[in-house]
């Protein structure tokens, strides 16, 4: 892979970081404000709790994403970026493209999906 898509995919990757971050200081000054209003009755209270474990579990999500994206910006740094983790073979472009944070493979992917799945 030459400079130019080097580039291009941190520039990707980049960009999905302060995308996730951003929307995790969000989530969280709303988590903030929402725990700071007075709540009017048990329905609403049952609501706000609803939203709040949802945001939370978002924001799980959102870390483990941001951590994998992370992880790709260390392997441009490094020059392992684009190498699937299991069988060290490239991951095709296509799939980069497409999730510039992958880990495996296709077919290591698929393989792996089939073990947790108990294929």
């Not at 951003?22 to 706000?48: F, H, M, R, T």
């Not at 609803?50 to 579990?57: T, W």
């Not at 991951?91 to 296709?106: D, K």
């Amino acid at each position: 892979m030459n400079e130019t898509k080097y580039a291009s995919f941190r520039a990707k990757l980049e960009k999905i970081r302060f995308s996730i971050i951003g929307e995790v200081q969000e989530k969280y000054k709303s988590k903030k404000n929402q725990l700071n209003e007075s709540v009017a009755d048990i329905a609403d209270d049952a609501v706000q709790s609803y939203d709040r474990q949802m945001m939370m579990g978002l924001g799980e999500k959102d870390l483990t994403k941001l951590r994998l994206v992370e992880e790709a910006i260390e392997k441009l740094d490094n020059g392992q970026y684009g190498v699937c983790s299991e069988c060290e073979e490239l991951i095709p472009e296509g799939r980069l493209i497409l999730i510039p944070f992958a880990l495996h493979c296709v077919d290591c992917l698929e393989i792996i999906e089939n073990k947790n799945s108990g294929v």
